[in-house]
């Protein structure tokens, strides 16, 4: 199975800061590799697919990068309803995986 | 409006079974693969498996072969997880996603709201 490795498991930012997740694969996953934003008691959303490929609907501030096994997701200017855990996946190969999370937090 | 709920949910002993069901509406859910993702209580995500547009190929993670089956009925837009042998394990929400794709890059959206499962005695 593939392992995808977030870091870190948890940020304190502001508003306003710029913040990186950074997510690594234990083989690589191509460009297979999604990213979702999850706030407390509700479903996972969507917010990049391919690796670099931006949701429709999802703000600009979002920015995804990376290939192979070293993916970053970058919030631009933190807003308050970014506060949330964010979860990479890759969807290469079966079994599917998720990162452990991260947690942004003010 | 795009949307996926999910029904079925509760509490299960160890050792029961429980039938989830997802109803798809606002898209051909037909042309669609389809997902179940579950996450334990103040867990992380887990994907459970995936099921082809017209039920030909299912996937499963080791840890639910065996005793967990997807399928899907798409005369009626509907997805189901019928879950066996459930153990304590098993306790979390499970949500049910469509799949999208391009070229050899599939991703999850959009997501149900999730139906809660709780396998205790």
């Known amino acids: 199975d593939i392992q995808m490795t977030q870091a870190p498991s948890s940020l304190s930012a502001s508003l306003g800061d710029g913040v990186t997740i950074t997510c690594r694969a234990s083989?690589?996953?191509?460009?297979?590799l999604n990213w979702y934003q999850q706030k407390p008691g509700k479903a996972p959303n969507l917010l990049i697919f391919?690796?670099?490929s931006l949701q429709s609907g999802v703000p600009s501030r979002f920015s995804g990068s990376g290939s192979g096994t070293d993916f970053t997701l970058t919030i631009s200017s933190l807003q308050p309803e970014d506060f949330a855990t964010y979860y990479c996946?890759?969807?290469?190969?079966?079994?599917?995986?998720f990162g452990q999370g991260t947690k942004v937090e003010i | 409006e795009v949307q996926l709920v999910e029904s079925g949910g509760g509490l299960v002993q160890p050792g029961g079974s429980l039938r989830l069901s997802c109803a798809a509406s606002?898209?051909?859910?037909?042309?669609?693969?389809m997902s179940w993702v579950r996450q334990a209580p103040g867990k992380g995500l887990e994907w459970v498996a995936n099921?082809?547009?017209?039920?030909?190929?299912?996937y499963y993670v080791d840890s639910v072969k065996g005793r967990f089956t997807i399928s899907r009925d798409n005369a009626k837009n509907s997805l189901y997880l019928q879950m066996n042998s459930l153990r304590a394990e098993d306790t979390a929400v499970y949500y049910c996603?469509?799949?999208?794709?391009?070229?050899?890059?599939?991703?999850?959206?959009?997501w149900g709201q999730g139906t809660l499962v709780t396998v205790s005695s």
């Open positions: 996603a469509s799949l999208r794709y391009s070229s050899t890059w599939y991703w999850a959206d959009p």
């Open positions: 606002g898209f051909t859910f037909s042309n669609y693969w």
């Open positions: 099921i082809k547009q017209d039920g030909s190929v299912k």
């Open positions: 083989q690589s996953v191509s460009s297979c």
């Open positions: 391919a690796a670099s």
């Open positions: 996946q890759q969807s290469c190969s079966i079994p599917w995986t």
